[in-house]
């Protein structure tokens, strides 16, 4: 269905969110999540933050969403089953800064 990229991306400033960058992922392609942010319209920068592990989206209103983006070597769509370790520190991290 149409408008579903829309609606993620408008809901970026509204909604904690998490998103795996899983570089084998061949539904989501993980390296290429920022680029694809960045090609909705309303989206005028999306910059990796210096540590590998967020995206800011940046709106044309000035708006700033920064999201966790953890990127993950060798794992596919299902990081989870691959990397299971990984994903449960970077979810654990997620929530307690969600949670602040």
Request: glycine share 6%; hydrophobic share 40%.
């Amino acid at each position: 269905q149409e408008g579903w990229g829309e609606r993620f991306v408008e809901n970026l400033r509204h909604v904690p969110t998490l998103v795996t960058r899983a570089e084998q992922d061949l539904a989501i392609y993980g390296p290429t999540i920022a680029a694809t942010l960045a090609s909705y319209p309303g989206v005028t920068a999306v910059t990796e933050a210096s540590s590998g592990q967020k995206l800011d989206v940046e709106y044309s209103d000035g708006t700033v969403a920064s999201i966790r983006a953890p990127r993950y070597a060798d794992c596919s769509h299902a990081v989870l089953r691959d990397q299971p370790d990984l994903v449960l520190a970077d979810v654990a991290r997620f929530i307690a800064e969600v949670r602040r």
